[in-house]
């Protein structure tokens, strides 16, 4: 067998798909050395210059300098030793296939035209599927050597396409010390998977029909991870469980995408001092005799901040923005149906006692799934807490028509510095606000953070 | 062409042949049927009406009405057949051939191969199989996978009338004992028959009763026009399948099987016999190891479950095989990935 090798366009990077051919170093009947440049090759992003990696003759130029872009994986030129006949190259081109296809369908189906030789019409006294025959013209295999398989040597194509394929090169497991069958009364499955892992399995009991040692009953002696030396990790099968979109998720789903891919959003982070607020809050729920959470202080204080910042306090509806002069604070709780955002209605306007109140009746109303359309409709703002599960701050993504959301973190110990300059420790808040760049800019979010922060930090004025 | 019951075209075939050669003889239970009732002889004319007449034309030398007996039955065609008679012996149901299995299987299936090429057995076995007729589970059954594995036997069964009278012909004049099953629930159904006194089909050759590109149907017999009524119906949705009548089990077309499943890639095997070591089952295994690398899904058996047939009628009929189940089979394979 001479050595003829196929040269093909190469495949440079996922994304290639296809190269131009730019120019042809070596001459078509030339001779070349191992580490010559042959060709330039152009891809949409760069120009490559192609070494030969062996020693040979350039004998066949399939694809001239400057033809049209070749998918990835095309015969582009077959080189060979020197005195390989022009027969031997033309039958090695019949036959070639690429060996690796293009990864892209595209590119596939482009190149269905250009390197399938015309088929050979075979002239045989073979009996052969139509199917077969066809493979057989289309790819100028020679079928006098095969042996049919089918009935009396007929040729199916079957036996056609095994001729035209390499030889396979299976991979084998071997053998495996089996334990006899007459010491252990165990399924062949159990007895390999013994084998396997080295159990003995005389003396043990097994749980199958009549005490037939099963496959669960070797795994239950192999169950602790120990595994053998070199035993190869073995994936379990690993399904999906599949769940579709029930009507919350739906809608959910569909409103946060379009609020982040349609809404600019913006986002400035800051934090508060907590310590006054924590102290105020334990006073107050004593003298007032409320549960009101610190969430509950964040509403009171945030729409306070957006009553007097009421370039903050809007909605966006189409090419208008909707100003309030009342603030109504979504917040963001989880329920079993998902997340929902139940509204406290003019907040601005409510005690911190009252808002305490309404939460609680909103998040009583969530968790069992109660919540009407009424109860969520509307809000100018939203407030997002993560705090009690730890997150440090996080960011938020706006529930339109809103135009802003607060992203409120846990509360954690920090260094700071004291007025008279020592070390200390403080609590803060971490606050993320984001913003709808379309209705609201920097300054005036700005503005509106620095408010909220001055409130938490004085908390004295949630009670005016 | 004449227009003809599948029971006529077996009654004709066999007067037609018993006319051309003389050495052409019927025996059975009851194929004449009346012997000593007020009637007379012609009185019943055998159960399936596939023997009237024939008593009265060729008389008791070539029309023999047999004690019950199939082991007598077919031991007397074994050697009516090897002394150069064409002897067409009819066991009344399929079920019965467990009675007489010596001598199909060690006698008839191996004379030829047993004294070296130099003794011939051209006996014809015909007998009605098939359920679908409440005949519970000793009178309904398909005897073809028993038979089609036994070296030395040529299987045949017929769906058509014309395919009856051209397989029953070849049957006759074949120098080799053959099978002939008649489906019970077929022999009322009618069908264009051609008048040439030699039409023949020659064993092996399977027909394609629809073409298509998508998947292929193999089956035989009664079930063949479910397998069609599906083909039919898939049409409008585009999907193009291939019936396969095999007309003969053993020989068996396979060629025709393989060229089909060459292009479909997509394999049901619909048969009215259990599934295990079947001619379904025996099918699939052709396909997956000729055709391997075409297979598109896994061969498909429509099949009865591994069970006696029921009596029950509803029990019988979800028992066999259906429109809707070779339907669903079909669009399983397609929905395969």
Known sequence: ?464 | MSNMMYRAAVLSTIMEEMERDPNVVVLGEDVVGGMGTEGGPEAIGGIWSTSTGLYDRFGATRVIDTPISESAIVGAAAGLALSGKRPIAELMFADFIGVSLDQIWNQIAKFRYMFGGKTRCPAVIRMAYGAGYNAAAQHSQSVHQILTGMPGLKVVMPTTPADVKGLLRTAIRDDDPVIFLEHKALYATTGEVPDDRDFMIPFGHARLSRAGGDVTIISSGLLLGMCEAVADKLKGEGIGCDVIDLRTTSPLDEETILDSVEVTGRVVVVDEAPPRCGLGADLCALVAEKAFSSLKAPPLQVTPPHTPIPFARELESAYLPSVDKIEAAVRRVLAWR
């Open chain 1, 1 to 464: 067998m001479p050595d003829i090798r196929p040269f093909c366009m190469p495949k440079w990077g996922i994304e290639m798909t296809e190269g131009t051919l730019a120019d042809w170093k070596v001459a078509e009947g030339d001779t070349f050395a191992k580490g010559q440049l042959l060709c330039l090759i152009e891809t949409s992003k760069i120009t490559n210059e192609v070494e030969a990696e062996y020693d040979a003759v350039l004998a066949r130029v399939l694809v001239p300098a400057g033809a049209e872009a070749q998918p990835v994986g095309t015969l582009l030129a077959v080189t060979a030793q020197a005195g390989t006949s022009a027969e031997e190259i033309d039958a090695f081109i019949a036959v070639f296939r690429p060996a690796n296809a293009p990864t892209n369908p595209n590119a596939a189906t482009r190149e269905e035209p250009a390197p399938a030789p015309a088929p050979r019409p075979i002239q045989t006294n073979r009996a052969i599927s139509p199917e077969a025959l066809k493979l057989a013209e289309a790819s100028g295999l020679d079928i006098e050597p095969i042996e049919g398989s089918g009935r009396h040597g007929r040729i199916t194509l079957q036996d056609v396409q095994q001729a035209l394929n390499a030889p396979a090169r299976p991979v084998l497991v071997g053998t495996l010390a089996l334990a006899e069958e007459g010491k252990a009364f165990a399924s062949p499955l159990a007895r390999r998977i013994a084998a396997q892992h080295g159990i003995d399995l005389s003396g043990v009991k097994g749980t199958g029909p009549r005490g037939r040692i099963s496959k669960a009953d070797v795994l239950a002696l192999v169950a602790t991870p120990a595994p053998m030396q070199g035993a190869a990790f073995a994936p379990v099968p690993n399904p999906p469980a599949i769940v579709p979109f029930d009507r919350v998720r739906k809608v959910v789903a569909q409103r946060l995408t379009q609020a982040k891919q349609e809404i600019p959003h913006f986002y400035l982070r800051s934090s508060a001092r907590l310590d006054e607020l924590l102290a105020l809050r334990k006073t107050a729920n004593l003298v007032l005799g409320a549960r009101a959470s610190i969430n509950d202080y964040l509403v009171r204080a945030a729409a306070l901040a957006l009553a007097r910042h009421p370039d903050v306090n809007v909605q966006v509806h189409g090419a208008t923005i909707h100003r309030f002069a009342h603030a109504d604070v979504a917040i963001a709780v989880a329920s079993p149906n998902g997340l929902v955002t139940p509204v406290v209605r003019q907040a601005d306007r409510q005690s911190v006692t009252q808002i305490a109140q309404a939460t609680a009746a909103l998040i009583d109303k969530a968790k069992a799934g109660r919540l009407s359309l009424g109860d969520m409709e509307g809000g100018t703002f939203s407030i997002s807490n993560l705090g009690m599960f730890g997150v440090e701050e996080f960011t938020a993504i706006i529930n339109p028509p809103q135009a802003a959301i607060l992203a409120v973190g846990a509360a954690a110990r920090a260094v700071c510095e004291r007025p008279d300059g020592s070390a200390g420790f403080e609590t803060r808040l971490a606050l993320t606000l984001s913003v709808d760049h379309r209705a609201i800019d920097g300054a005036a979010a700005a503005q509106f953070l620095a408010t909220l922060k001055g409130l938490i930090e004085a908390p004295e004025a949630l009670f005016a």
